[in-house]
């Protein structure tokens, strides 16, 4: 009996943090070109297609393309949760906008955009050092070490405000 109550609380923690993943799923980084790709607020589009991180598929030679121990560092979408995955992602897109700033689904409506507060409630990372270093760790055959203010300052993509 009380292995059949913990069982059942364990499985209902469970199905509470699943939902909440679920919510939630990675739509591509074409869907955020739509919006950021504006010179006049910076363009972060054209800065992260510029970046390795865009190219990190071409490292790969084709073998490693399909394993799965290259892929989980080399590409968002082969590194993501199947069942969070949408149509529009492409493993070819590489370490796109959504390793860093989280599953776009919820949060990728201009309202919400404009709202951080409620952006980062639906989902909107603003990354941190842990976040790069879910990648950028000894696990990876080529480490060169990692120095969160000079590698962010290589990838920097700042949001130009407008004149009021
Ligand atoms: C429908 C348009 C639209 C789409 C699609 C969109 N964004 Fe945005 N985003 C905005 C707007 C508007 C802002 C607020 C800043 C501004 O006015 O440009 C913003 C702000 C942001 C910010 C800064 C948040 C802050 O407060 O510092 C990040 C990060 C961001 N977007 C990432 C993304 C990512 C990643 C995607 C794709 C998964 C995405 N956006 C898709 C319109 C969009
Ligand atoms: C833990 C994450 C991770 C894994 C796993 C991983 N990589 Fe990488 N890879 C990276 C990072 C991060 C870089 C960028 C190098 C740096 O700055 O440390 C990189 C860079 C590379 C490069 C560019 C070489 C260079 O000198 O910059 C190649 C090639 C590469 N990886 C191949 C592979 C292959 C092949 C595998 C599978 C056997 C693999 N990676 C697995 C994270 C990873
Ligand atoms: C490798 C991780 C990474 C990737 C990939 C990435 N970003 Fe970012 N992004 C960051 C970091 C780090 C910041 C700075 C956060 C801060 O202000 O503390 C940032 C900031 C931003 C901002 C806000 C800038 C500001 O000045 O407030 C926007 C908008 C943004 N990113 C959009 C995007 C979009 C769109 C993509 C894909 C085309 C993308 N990012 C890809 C890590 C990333
Ligand atoms: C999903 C995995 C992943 C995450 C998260 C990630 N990176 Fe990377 N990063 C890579 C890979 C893979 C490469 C190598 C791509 C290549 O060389 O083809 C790389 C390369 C880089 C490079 C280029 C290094 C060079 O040799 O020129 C910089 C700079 C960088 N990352 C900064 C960051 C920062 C800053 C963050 C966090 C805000 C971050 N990365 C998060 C996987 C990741």
């Not at 989902?123 to 070490?145: A, D, F, R």
């Amino acid at each position: 009996m009380k292995t059949r109550i913990l069982f059942l609380f364990a499985f209902s923690l469970l199905y509470v943090s699943g939902l909440n993943a679920q919510d939630y799923e990675y739509i591509g980084v074409k869907k955020c070109k739509m919006c950021h790709n504006k010179e006049e607020k910076g363009n972060q589009y054209k800065i992260w297609s510029e970046s390795k991180h865009a190219h990190a598929m071409e490292a790969l030679n084709a073998e490693e393309a399909k394993d799965p121990k290259c892929l989980k560092c080399h590409s968002t979408a082969a590194g993501a949760p199947e069942d969070m995955l949408s149509d529009y992602i492409t493993v070819e897109e590489g370490v796109s906008c959504e390793s860093c700033h989280g599953p776009g689904s919820a949060y990728k409506s201009s309202k919400i955009m404009k709202d951080r507060e409620e952006a980062i409630k639906n989902g909107l990372v603003i990354p941190t050092e842990e976040v790069c270093k879910k990648c950028h760790n000894e696990e990876s055959p080529n480490y060169k070490g990692f120095d969160f203010k000079e590698y962010s300052a290589k990838i920097a993509h700042p949001l130009i405000e407008e004149d009021e």
